[in-house]
């Protein structure tokens, strides 16, 4: 998303909400010719690929939540890619191509490490020969690097990572620790695959033999580990990355629909899921009540310091477009603490602000600072969605 930003932004000066919408709307689009050549190769385009298009991870692509959307698209290649290689059509070192661009989208990558040790296993050397198979292993060091170095990409480093594992275990919120973490990802659950998962766990026992269920199985594995043990920062806000389990569970699952003599009431009971579990939370998920864009107009700007919104953008000029909803801005100046003030704004306003420009240098005592307005579920220093 940083990509495009950076070239819509400089190029036609798009704000960032607009950016976001480009990316996940298109990765939607390559996501569903992702599923359809699957289906095909597969040989159940007629049952399969409805099904699949009305699964949980879905609403993903509606253009919110970019972050996400990109990673799971390429899930979805990726689990192409297996059955390409299983079948004899690419080259096994394509999963390690794949693999290492999902690790440059989002570090949540590394929960697939031991997907990509048994592909390492059924195809021994086949993984390294050629000069795809050396790209494959390339790959992920020179990605670490524009990660690391650059900052372009969300998979910068294992040192975030070791800090945010130590992070969770000092607060007490791994796994499923507490009271309120089980209920809360046990409704990311529901709503990722309230139908699948049954159906996915008689398609892993009826079909064990078959080399593609098997990768399948464990990569299905992987993200239930994942959505078990990783703990989200903003808690219900971070809905969108518990919806990892929802694709590989969904083709597991239509495996067994689309070859059972109940194939007519699966299908109508899946539909009604999306009907009446996913369905209704689009406007909600993709947050269509504020994704118009509001004008905000600075009154003062620090005369060496840095505006950034919401932790992640700079801004450089006086007036800027933002998407409706809550939103920090901070003055961070070389030397001094960081000021900021949490403002809300509705699609189609105009809003002067008047920043913090007052520092206080480091070191000397201050009283804290309370800003003019600030939303109980968006403390400031997160970055809202």
């Known amino acids: ?22 990316v996940s709307a298109s990765a939607g689009a390559v996501a569903c010719c992702g599923l359809w050549a699957f289906c095909r190769e597969r040989n159940s385009l007629p049952w399969t690929f409805p099904l699949l298009m009305v699964s949980g991870f879905q609403l993903l692509f509606y253009g919110h939540i970019e972050v996400y959307a990109v990673p799971i698209c390429l899930l979805v290649f990726l689990i192409l890619a297996f ?5 004899g059509k690419w080259l096994p070192s394509t999963l390690l191509l794949l693999w290492s661009a999902l690790l440059w989208c989002h570090l949540m990558a590394l929960v697939f490490l031991p997907v990509m040790m048994l592909a390492a296993w059924q195809h021994g050397s086949r993984l390294f020969r050629g000069k795809m198979g050396l790209a494959g292993w390339l790959l992920p060091i020179l990605l670490f690097f524009i990660t690391d170095i650059i900052q372009i990409g969300h998979g910068p480093g294992l040192k975030d990572l070791v800090i945010s594992w130590v992070v969770q275990q000092d607060r007490g ?3 499923l620790s507490i009271e309120r973490l089980f209920w809360m990802k046990s409704g990311f659950f529901w709503l990722a695959a309230p139908i699948s998962f049954p159906l996915a766990v008689l398609s892993v026992a009826w079909n064990w033999k078959d080399p593609f269920i098997r990768s399948l199985s464990l990569l299905s594995l992987c993200t239930l580990v994942f959505f078990v043990f990783f703990h989200p920062d903003a808690e219900e806000m971070d809905w969108d990355l518990f919806l990892l389990p929802s694709l590989p569970l969904a083709i597991l699952g239509a495996e067994v629909v689309s070859v059972s003599r109940l194939r007519t009431i699966l299908m109508a009971g899946w539909t009604a899921a999306f009907l009446s579990v996913w369905l209704p939370r689009v406007p909600i998920q993709a947050d269509l009540l504020n994704r118009g864009l509001g004008d905000v107009v600075l009154m003062e700007a620090p005369r060496n310091g840095k505006l ?3 932790g992640r953008y700079e801004i450089t000029g006086g007036k800027f477009r933002v998407q ?11 030397g001094h603490r960081i000021r900021w003030k949490v403002f809300s704004i509705k699609p189609g306003e105009q809003l002067t602000l008047h920043l913090p420009v007052a520092t206080v240098p480091i070191g000397q005592s ?5 800003p003019e307005s600030v939303s109980p579920s968006k403390p400031p220093g ?3 969605k």
Do not use: Y
Request: net charge negative; with cysteine; hydrophobic share 40%.
């Open 366 to 370: 201050a009283s804290p600072q309370i």
């Open 382 to 384: 997160e970055s809202p």
């Open 83 to 87: 059955l390409k290689v299983e079948n």
């Open 173 to 175: 919120d791994m796994g």
């Open 1 to 22: 998303m940083q990509i495009s930003h950076r070239i819509t932004g400089n190029c036609f000066g798009w704000p960032v909400a607009w950016a976001i919408s480009l």
């Open 324 to 334: 409706g909803g809550f939103h920090t801005l901070a003055v961070r100046t070389p």
């Open 308 to 310: 950034q919104l919401d």
